[in-house]
């Protein structure tokens, strides 16, 4: 490992005019060895980790939508939306996926649950139009396949970038204040992700930001 | 199986004793090798048909090929299609590690591969791998299960063969949904190889030894008939069964009132995606996509088996 940062910064000696950046790619050696101690769990948790301050929430910040906002584009059809604000892995049929900000009012919840979710009137009508997925188990792949950064092409199979969407969704929800107690009736606000494969669908979202009792 | 092996046979004999038909029928673009397992399943039929009359559209000369899950084989039917000096190779593959070496091989000899269905464990090899999202499509399928199961009660799960990726990977994400639900309870979990024969074998044993089992999940459609049939043969229809792949003769059980669900792999599209891409690849030097891209299964119920025809549904 130390090799490869010293011939990674002998390489950034080399190349003054290029930009340089330090990326972890030890040799094949190396990685059997790495790979041989740590599970798949571990290396993508890791990995996660590693960008989840420098690279996955500044693609949030980055790429933030209000909720009202976004509901205007997607009446105009899933394409439009999806070409303005919306972010996918390239490749055929590939969802979009959406970052979406907003505040509304919990409708109903299932918090001691594994799948912890909340259901959020977002337009004053009474009735649910997202549902906001608390975890620790957290469905779907979206907060992965919004970054770009991340291209399946990069990793060993599906297998590890099934584990890759499973650390995301972790990291994401271990960094919530989880709400506790009756919260229905009460304004929630709340950043996050989420995939839409059909304009009517219910976005089932995964927070980034959460926050009870109004905008933060 | 006959079928299969005329193609094999037929595809051995051009090669071996008529090399030079291929000046009398070939088109202008050349010859693309279509490898694939057993056409047996009809999934990997419908892949073969899918790429073979899409490169026929586009101009192409075909050969199809079987390698019957045998990395030998597979091994021998690159050595023929490097030997026809065939343009592009479309492979659906017959193992994530033993398939690298003959891919590199092709490469090697300026013959680029496409491969369908299943990865392999190198990138860099293929030009493109275009695999299902098994794990979105596993979700999926656990999701129905789970409902149909009223979340609770003794199940089993039936695995696909170990060497293949996909095995694992839909094993992984029913588990990820399943796992949430303590009142399910996994009494046995076996491999059946993807074979349908096997399934019906391992699933009269774990009856036997697990009578009071209330559904079955299967890693694909031909096990999840193979246990169906040995459900039906004790008198157990009231057990719940779901697969994975999409098969006609699942969609006419599902209709039928025997299987319950399954999730169908876009096998016939994905084949033809494949063959539009080595076709640009073969033009322009690129595909424009990244190498490995993944395909969105969907759900199958008695809701929509009706449009089901030859893994694609029309809507």
């Known amino acids: 490992m130390r090799q490869a940062i010293l011939s990674g910064a002998l390489a950034c000696l080399m190349l003054p005019a290029a930009a340089c950046k330090i990326v972890p790619n030890p040799d094949p050696d190396a990685q059997s060895e790495a790979s041989a101690a740590q599970t798949d769990e571990a290396r993508m948790a890791v990995y996660v980790e590693d960008r989840w301050q420098g690279e996955v929430l500044p693609v949030i910040t980055d790429n933030t939508v209000s909720y009202e906002a976004l509901q205007a584009q997607l009446d105009e059809g899933l394409d439009a939306a999806g070409a303005a604000h919306g972010l996918r892995p390239e490749g055929e049929a590939n969802p979009w996926n959406f970052v979406v900000t907003g505040s509304g009012t919990v409708t109903e919840a299932k918090l001691d649950s594994r799948a912890a979710k909340m259901q959020v009137d977002m337009d004053g009508d009474g009735s649910a139009d997202v549902t906001l997925q608390l975890g620790p188990v957290i469905r779907g792949t979206a907060l992965r396949d919004a970054m770009p950064f991340i291209v399946f092409t990069d990793f060993r199979d599906q297998i590890e970038f099934a584990k890759l969407a499973r650390a995301m969704n972790d990291r994401a929800s271990a960094g919530l204040e989880k709400p506790e107690g009756d919260v229905v009736g009460k304004e929630v606000s709340f950043t996050g992700v989420f995939t839409l494969r059909a304009a009517g669908d219910t976005p089932e979202i995964v927070p980034t930001e959460l926050s009870m009792g109004g905008a933060p | 199986m006959s079928i299969t092996r005329r193609l094999f046979v037929s595809g051995l004999a051009v090669t071996a004793v008529l090399p030079t038909v291929r000046a009398a029928h070939a088109q202008d673009k050349g010859l693309i090798a279509i490898i694939t397992p057993s056409h047996d399943n009809p999934f990997f039929k419908a892949e073969a048909v899918g790429a073979e009359a899409r490169a026929q559209e586009l101009g192409y000369e075909t050969i199809v090929l079987v390698h019957d899950d045998d990395p030998n084989k597979q091994s021998e039917m690159f050595d023929t299609a490097i030997a026809r000096g065939a343009s592009a190779i479309i492979l659906d593959n017959a193992g994530a590690d033993a398939t690298v070496a003959p891919v590199q091989r092709a490469k090697d000899a300026g013959i680029p591969s496409f491969l369908i269905d299943r990865e392999i464990k190198e990138s860099g090899i293929a030009v493109s791998q275009i695999v299902s999202n098994n794990y979105q499509g596993a979700q999926l399928g656990a999701e129905e299960f789970v409902s149909l199961m009223g979340e609770e009660g003794p199940y089993v799960e039936l695995l696909g063969r170990e060497a293949d990726t996909n095995a694992g990977i839909r094993s992984a994400g029913y588990h990820d949904i399943i796992?949430?639900?303590?009142?399910?309870?996994?009494?046995?979990?076996?491999?059946?190889?993807?074979?349908?024969?096997?399934?019906?074998?391992?699933?009269?044993?774990?009856?036997?030894?697990?009578?009071?089992?209330?559904?079955?999940?299967?890693?694909?459609?031909?096990?999840?008939?193979?246990?169906?049939?040995?459900?039906?043969?004790?008198?157990?229809?009231?057990?719940?069964?779901?697969?994975?792949?999409?098969?006609?003769?699942?969609?006419?059980?599902?209709?039928?009132?025997?299987?319950?669900?399954?999730?169908?792999?876009?096998?016939?599209?994905?084949?033809?995606?494949?063959?539009?891409?080595?076709?640009?690849?073969?033009?322009?030097?690129?595909?424009?996509?990244?190498?490995?891209?993944?395909?969105?299964?969907?759900?199958?119920?008695?809701?929509?088996?009706?449009?089901?025809?030859?893994?694609?549904?029309?809507?």
Do not use: H
Not at chain 2, 252 to 266: C, E, F, H, M, R
Not at chain 2, 296 to 309: K, Q
């Open chain 2, 179 to 315: 796992d949430q639900f303590p009142d399910l309870e996994m009494v046995a979990q076996q491999s059946a190889n993807w074979s349908q024969t096997e399934g019906y074998e391992k699933m009269e044993t774990i009856l036997q030894a697990n009578p009071g089992i209330k559904g079955v999940i299967c890693g694909n459609d031909t096990m999840a008939m193979g246990a169906w049939a040995a459900l039906e043969a004790a008198g157990r229809t009231e057990v719940i069964v779901v697969g994975f792949d999409g098969s006609n003769d699942v969609r006419d059980s599902i209709l039928n009132g025997g299987i319950k669900a399954t999730v169908l792999q876009p096998a016939y599209r994905q084949a033809q995606l494949a063959v539009e891409q080595a076709d640009q690849y073969l033009e322009t030097g690129s595909t424009g996509q990244p190498e490995k891209q993944l395909m969105d299964c969907v759900l199958i119920t008695s809701e929509n088996a009706g449009d089901l025809e030859t893994f694609a549904l029309s809507s």
